[in-house]
């Protein structure tokens, strides 16, 4: 069992503008996870590993699908447990890619007293300070259209941001 105890997860969502005549009233969102992790030596929730959230349009009958946001979280430790690392937006209508952003995180040990990052869920990790560090954003818009088979064909513009920090992380 990757989590031992019982969370409350928001199915759907569903807002109505109260404004009849200007449009669609009720806006509908599902929810579906995927990845929940605990820490049992931290004794803490380590939350999903996937969050897609799926608009629905409700103006047709029946409602259908229209878009889809795909979210992505690290969730191996407690150091880094809730860090995105993308988001991606898809259209259901013809698989097509719209937007997303990958993001690139790695740890700070901000005492400098020489944590093994590679043994994060060892009794050792108690006594340990470490900070997240984002180190590279990557932006990118799509098409719309669906990937014909080849990896980044359906990209339109993409940015990269890098980020630097000094030895105290600022």
């Known amino acids: ?47 999903y590993a996937m969050v897609m959230e799926i608009e629905i349009d409700t103006a047709v ?34 698989g097509g890619y719209i937007k997303g952003v990958k993001q690139t995180w790695t740890l700070h040990d901000v005492r400098n007293s020489g944590a093994d990052l590679n043994a994060l869920n060892t009794v050792a990790s108690l006594g340990y300070s470490l900070a997240p560090l ?18 980044g064909d359906n990209v339109g513009q993409s940015s990269t941001t890098n980020l630097t920090y000094d030895d105290l992380g600022d």
């Not at 109505?16 to 929810?31: A, E, H, I, Q, S």
């Not at 995927?34 to 939350?47: A, Q, T, V």
């Not at 029946?62 to 430790?77: D, M, S």
């Not at 150091?79 to 259209?91: K, P, Y």
């Open 1 to 47: 069992v990757d989590h031992p105890g019982s969370v409350w997860d928001m199915a759907s969502l569903e807002v109505n503008d109260g404004r009849l005549g200007d449009g669609v009233n009720v806006r509908r969102t599902t929810f579906a996870y995927e990845g929940l992790k605990f820490d049992r030596l931290h004794r803490s929730s380590l939350g």
């Open 61 to 94: 009958g029946p409602a259908a699908g229209v878009r889809e946001t795909v979210h992505q979280y690290l969730n191996g430790n407690v150091f880094n447990a809730g860090l995105e690392t993308s988001t991606t937006v898809n259209d259901l209508s013809n």
């Open 134 to 151: 984002l180190t590279k954003i990557i932006t990118v818009v799509g098409t719309g259209a669906p990937s014909g088979g080849v990896p």
